[in-house]
């Protein structure tokens, strides 16, 4: 299978709107991954941000998160942008990901969360009429791009709203991503959002005190 390069695709999209500036609706996983993308595309589209993400592992994280969201975007002075809290709900998650719980970070399981979270993106967008719609997901190294563009694709021919290909690490997005979020002194989560990425996270963590308490004692 050829590699598609969905940042010369997403460039072919820009060129064809001219200066029509589109409305988005832009699925945002969090205030680090959005700090580029809305950099980026607040140029060529009307954005709303949509904050959906029912895999966040507690209450406390998730509102800290779209805190973070909210802050980020009245900061960066981004006329007209706006931030729709998705709620959270848990539970919808745990359903989606049912019999996956021990697949690897990575794995089929995030692809489920993925269709999850555009899914309901796309069903918005459409019930907005918006005239696109997309996710920061594909900034992060640790995402799969090309899962990300087949089901956003697929959700928008669903729900009859065109999905914006995209893979913004590239161009240096993520790199950029990282520089914002020190700007603006972002909370950057150590783990994707969902107990199953958490809780791998604090076993790396514990590992890795383990190996140094070695390295000490030897």
Known sequence: MNKINYQKKLDQVIGEIGDSRPKLLLHSC??????YVLEYLSEYFQITVFYYNPNIDSAQEYEKRVGEQ???????????????????DPEVF?????????????????????????????????EGRFDYFTTTLTISPLKNARWLNEIGQEEGEKYGVPFLPSDFKKKGGYQRSIQLSKEYSLYRQNFC???????????????LAEQNAAAEES
Do not use: H, W
Request: proline share 3%; hydrophobic share 25%.
């Open 30 to 35: 969090c205030a680090p991954c959005s700090s």
């Open 70 to 88: 909210q802050r980020l975007i009245r900061e960066m002075n981004l006329d007209g942008i706006r931030v729709i809290d998705g709620g959270y």
């Open 94 to 126: 745990y359903r989606a990901v049912r019999g996956y719980e021990k697949e690897p970070e990575g794995g089929e399981r995030c692809r489920k969360c993925y269709r999850l979270r555009l899914q309901e993106t796309a069903r918005r967008a459409a």
């Open 193 to 207: 959002g969902c107990i199953f990425s958490k809780n791998e996270s604090l076993k790396r963590q514990r590992i």
